[in-house]
């Protein structure tokens, strides 16, 4: 049974950045690939990019473009996802999901609250 | 890349069926057979509920069916039940690597 597991809350200063985690278990992320997915408070889904572990290569939604960086280590089995230049807009869950043929398993969700 | 566009709510009673469209563009619905539905209650992560259109996931209830016509997914629950009462979203590949959601609609169970 795949488990997607993310690190806990993070409460981060404006201009900052912020890195969350997400380890898999029950499979091997080689052979996954992990989106990265957002959710600010009330409001919808919004996909924020992806990788593929196994060629190392990530595409991202434009919107989050130079600003995002998601990265992977196959050896501990774990996805990342750094988000820099924090604004309070970004105050958000943060999920990863596996992508099959639709986002098939996803973690338990990271909140990132960005507070002066 | 913009949002799908969904109602921001749906309502129906108890035995129903009801329908929730996701409205896109010739570069992602239109483009694509690639259109996932999430069921999503408060405080929990999405659950997939369909993919590739109308697949439906093992251990996904028949009473839930996904279509596509043109620009347009839609998603019907049939024989609405309480627990059906849930947030909704659609998703769809949108070329070159990239996914783009829908705005989401609040089902409610009257």
């Known amino acids: 049974q795949v488990q997607l597991v993310q690190s806990g809350a993070e409460v981060k200063k404006p201009g900052s950045s912020v890195k969350v985690s997400c380890k898999a278990s029950g499979g091997t992320i080689s052979s996954y690939t992990i989106s990265w997915v957002r959710q600010a408070p009330g409001q919808g889904l919004e996909w924020m990019g992806r990788i593929i572990p196994v060629f190392g290569t990530a595409n991202y939604a434009q919107k989050f473009q130079g600003r995002v960086t998601i990265t992977a280590d196959e050896s501990t089995s774990t996805a990342y996802m750094e988000l820099s230049s924090l604004r309070s807009e970004d105050t958000a869950v943060y999920y990863c999901?596996?992508?099959?043929?639709?986002?098939?398993?996803w973690g338990q969700g990271t909140l990132v609250t960005v507070s002066s | 890349q913009s949002a799908l566009t969904q109602p921001a709510s749906v309502s129906g009673s108890p035995g129903q069926s009801i329908t929730i469209s996701c409205t896109g563009t010739?570069?992602?619905?239109?483009?694509?057979?690639?259109v996932s539905w999430y069921q999503q209650h408060p405080g929990k992560a999405p659950k997939l509920m369909i993919y590739?259109?109308?697949k439906r996931p093992s251990g996904v209830s028949n009473r839930f069916s996904g279509s596509k016509s043109g620009n347009t997914a839609s998603l019907t629950i049939s024989g609405l039940q309480a627990e059906d009462e849930a947030d909704y979203s659609c998703c769809s590949y949108a070329g070159s690597s990239t996914y783009v959601f829908g705005t989401g609609t609040k089902v409610t169970v009257l």
């Open positions: 010739s570069s992602d619905v239109g483009s694509y057979n690639l």
């Open positions: 999901a596996r992508l099959t043929g639709g986002f098939d398993y």
């Open positions: 590739e259109g109308s």
